[in-house]
């Protein structure tokens, strides 16, 4: 096949297998789970054990997708990996996850959008593959939020979880990815961030996140408005024309504003915030993972995938399944 058209043809996950509840975090700050509950439909999470790295949930995700596939990590032509919490500085965590796949050769990069950052992945690998110059791509989300989090700051430190997706997109001849939309405003790089950078030799700036949660609520509410009617323009749809909703896991009422834009029942959306929290990166794929295995998404189907996250970024793909 040479079309020029991707197709997501795998799809894998990993989460950690430590899980901590919001009767746990209750222990911890001065929260409950009906708070947590009712204001973002959150009722635990996965943190990564010491020995995990960023790239070792990669892996497993990876492994999974590829599997899935039916392909062999030498088929790849290229690697994507979305995160915000990298093994370190450089190299990419995209190339450390190469390695460990055994792989030589093949472009390796990560994209950084923070909780979009599967949807930007997504999209570049997307214009890869319809140029003609790559046949198999493997996109990952990945991320280890909890060693970001204030773990005294009860404002962020319960919404945030652990975890991995990815994706084997292939070249073919019908599609596939429809379109991706992408879109950044970087003049509220304040409102949600990581302030902290490494320099001369010491971390310099406070490493750990910063939200003005209710400024990224309003935020996140108008931009998915905007960019689920910019798709659907973009591709002659109407709302009916949606199959099924997977949104960036962040927030439970985020994601009832969304589907109640597109007039869809929330059975035809995909929700995993409520075990998964806001896993960045990573929830999207995680999401259509879980979705694509228990057999809910079927060939033909319109997907809607769509996010908004740090920079701020949003955006948002639609795939013809
Ligand atoms: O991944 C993409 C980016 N992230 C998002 O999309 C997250 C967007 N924002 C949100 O999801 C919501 O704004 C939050 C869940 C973060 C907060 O919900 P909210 O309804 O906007 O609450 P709030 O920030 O207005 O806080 C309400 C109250 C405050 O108390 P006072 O000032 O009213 O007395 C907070 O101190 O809730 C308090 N509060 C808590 N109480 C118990 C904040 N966090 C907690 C907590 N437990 N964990």
């Not at 509950?37 to 492994?63: F, M, P, V, W």
């Not at 790089?189 to 400024?215: E, F, Q």
């Not at 998404?297 to 996250?309: K, N, P, T, Y």
């Amino acid at each position: 096949m040479n079309g020029n058209f991707s197709r997501i043809v795998g799809t894998g996950s990993y989460l950690p297998a430590k899980v901590l509840t919001n009767h746990d975090l209750g222990r911890m700050v001065d929260t409950s789970d009906e708070w947590i509950y009712t204001r973002t439909g959150i009722r635990q999470r996965h943190i990564a054990a010491d020995h995990e790295a960023t790239s070792d949930l990669a892996l497993a995700a990876s492994r999974n997708a590829i599997a899935a596939a039916g392909v062999r990590p030498q088929d790849l032509d290229l690697i994507v990996v979305a995160t915000t919490t990298p093994d370190m500085v450089f190299p990419s965590t995209a190339c450390i996850l190469q390695s460990k796949l055994g792989v030589r050769r093949c472009p390796a990069f990560d994209v950084q959008a923070v909780c979009s950052g599967f949807i930007y992945g997504l999209a570049t690998a997307d214009q890869f593959i319809r140029s003609g110059q790559y046949r198999h791509a493997l996109v990952v989300g990945a991320e280890v939020y909890s060693r970001i989090l204030d773990w005294k700051d009860r404002s962020t430190c319960v919404l945030f979880g652990d975890g991995a997706g990815a994706i084997v997109l292939r070249r073919g001849d019908a599609p596939g990815v429809l379109s991706s939309h992408l879109h950044a405003d970087g003049s509220y790089a304040g409102m949600l961030s990581v302030p902290g950078t490494v320099c001369g030799g010491k971390v310099s700036g406070r490493p750990l996140l910063h939200m003005d949660g209710s400024g990224v609520f309003k935020f996140a509410v108008r931009v998915l408005d905007e960019i689920v009617e910019e798709t659907l323009a973009a591709n002659r749809l109407k709302k009916t024309d949606i199959d099924w909703l997977i949104p960036h896991q962040a927030n439970i009422r985020i994601i009832h504003a969304t589907a109640k834009k597109l007039g869809l029942s929330m059975e035809r959306v995909v929700v995993t915030v409520e075990h998964h929290a806001n896993t960045s990166a990573a929830s999207i794929p995680l999401a259509l993972d879980e979705a694509v295995r228990d057999g809910r998404i079927r060939s033909g189907q319109h997907v809607l995938l769509e996010a908004v996250g740090g920079g701020l970024t949003w955006g948002a793909v639609l795939v013809k399944w």
